[in-house]
């Protein structure tokens, strides 16, 4: 079966001087990864011009971030999730300000504001094997305060971190 595609949003902006990444926890309510934390992001549509565009109409629907107000940086290579069979295209982009997220309820239980040097830091990063689809996997977690960023945010997160557009971001948002 062909995997279904979707578009998420890794986006940066400063906060109090230092460039910070949002994370999401997604509400009990929905069909898919209830409960986890995720990018802001979700399935393709029609009406959508590309993945990219899916990304922002997505991160705009969940946190109120305005599209046009987005610099993308680039896009890092897609992932694949077994257990929902999405092949998730992740784009990053950075806001120029601090933003006022606007979250909506129905999707985000939480807004996770996390300042991308904890993201770094290799202390709060392990792997470890869990059971999914019916078979041992090893996910990669981040452990960020009592939030664990794990599954395909977490091989998001670490393809991110090894990408040279982490330092594009630490650059741009410095010189603000």
Known sequence: MEPRLAGVLLLAYPRDGAPHIVFTKRTESLAAHRGQIS??????????????????????EELGVPPGDVHILGRLDDVY???????????????????????????????????????RDPAIFHEEDRPLSGRSRTVQVYQYAEHEIWG??????????KSPIVDAIVKEIDIR
Do not use: C, H, K, W
């Open 152 to 161: 395909a945010t977490g091989r998001i997160v670490q393809l991110f971190l």
């Open 39 to 60: 990018l802001p992001g979700g399935r393709f549509e029609a009406t959508d011009a590309d993945l990219q565009a899916t990304a922002l109409r997505e991160a705009y």
């Open 81 to 119: 999730v077994v257990v929902s069979n999405f092949m998730i295209a992740p784009y990053v982009g950075t806001l120029g300000y601090a933003p006022i997220f606007r979250p909506d309820p129905r999707e985000v239980a939480m807004v996770i504001d996390v300042p991308l040097e904890r993201l």
